[in-house]
């Protein structure tokens, strides 16, 4: 979706947005691949030799080291992290997580920059230093209610944040509703994390509070800006837009998931979860036994991971007849 700069996406200045005017659809899907992938392919050998070097065996490595990058939460055992491999394992997992949640552009200009200036752009990054803020904040307010050392935590907050949903530290002590936070709202926009993406929430926060000053001042002409650029109307409805039918889906998913037997305090669990790709939550809880669900709520969850990954309601422009013409 990102190449066609639909979604509200198109407020990202970035290298993978830009295009000549006569680039085909393949084209314009081919370019960010061909930068996407070295990225991607040298974040995985990095991070796959750091884990060897950590104690780590070479299948394990190989497995989450993949599954980190891409926030999957992919194991390859049920025991909990802390019993298997060492601190400096799991922190090398955290890391390769926070990365694969960081948006694509800002790796691009991160990497491929060749000045201090794309460096300095990379700090004061709107979304970026406030999916850093929840983070830290997250891993402070859980230290304080909990008996695990505040960089466990700070793990744990990662492994949240990026959807990855690795287990660092044992969260069956906390509230579901705590646990389910920083997953729903997700890493950044145009990552590989789930979640409604924390650009958009920079932007709804900024939105909702140049309304509330119109009520003071309604005279008033505030401009909301993003990173330094001025964010048009358009932009501010297309994440309003966006936010509607995720809650629609999400109590269309309540309903279907009810239909299919699940009492509410399962369901709402449920399709938070899977809407957000961080299912490992589900296990942690033991809200449900997955493997003995039946085959209609395990149809269900994995439309609904479908619908998560995908970011269904923008991919629903895909189908429009406009987006064909805008295409060709």
Not at 4 to 18: K, T
Not at 54 to 64: E, Q, R, T, V
Not at 292 to 301: E, H, R
């Amino acid at each position: 979706i990102a190449p066609f700069a639909i979604g509200g996406l198109r407020i990202s200045d970035n290298p993978l947005l830009q295009h000549d005017v006569g680039d085909s659809a393949v084209a314009r899907l081919l370019r960010p691949l061909r930068i996407i992938f070295p990225i991607y392919a040298g974040g995985t050998i990095i991070g796959v030799v750091a884990l060897l070097l950590s104690g780590m065996p070479l299948l394990d490595a190989f497995c989450l080291g993949l599954s980190a990058i891409s926030t999957t939460g992919f194991v390859v055992s049920n025991l909990p992290m802390a019993e298997i491999y060492s601190l400096p394992a799991q922190s090398i997992l955290a890391m390769l997580s926070f990365v694969g949640a960081m948006s694509m552009p800002l790796l691009v200009l991160t990497i491929l920059g060749r000045s201090h200036i794309a460096q300095l752009f990379t700090l004061r990054n709107d979304e970026l230093r406030l999916f850093v803020i929840f983070i830290v904040l997250y891993a402070i307010i859980s230290a304080i209610f909990s008996p695990h050392h505040i960089y466990r935590e700070f793990l744990q907050a990662i492994s949240f944040a990026s959807t990855a949903g690795f287990a660092f530290t044992d969260i069956n002590s906390a509230p579901i509703f705590w646990t389910l936070i920083l997953p729903v709202i997700g890493g950044c926009a145009l990552s590989t994390a789930g979640g409604i993406k924390v650009m958009r929430v920079v932007i709804l926060a900024k939105g909702i509070g140049a309304d509330l000053r119109r009520l003071i001042y309604p005279s008033l002409v505030s401009t909301i800006r993003l990173d330094n650029k001025r964010l048009e109307p358009q932009d501010i409805n297309s994440m309003w837009a966006f936010l509607s039918l995720f809650f629609l889906i999400y109590m269309g998913g309540l309903l279907i998931m009810g239909a299919l037997g699940l009492s509410f305090a399962q369901a709402w669990v449920m399709v938070a979860a899977t809407l957000s790709n961080s299912g490992a939550i589900l296990n942690a809880h033991n809200v449900l036994d997955i493997p003995t669900m039946s085959d209609g709520l395990k149809i269900a969850s994995g439309l609904l991971m479908i619908i998560g990954r995908l970011e269904f309601p923008v991919a629903l422009v895909l189908f429009t007849s406009a987006f064909r013409q805008f295409i060709r």
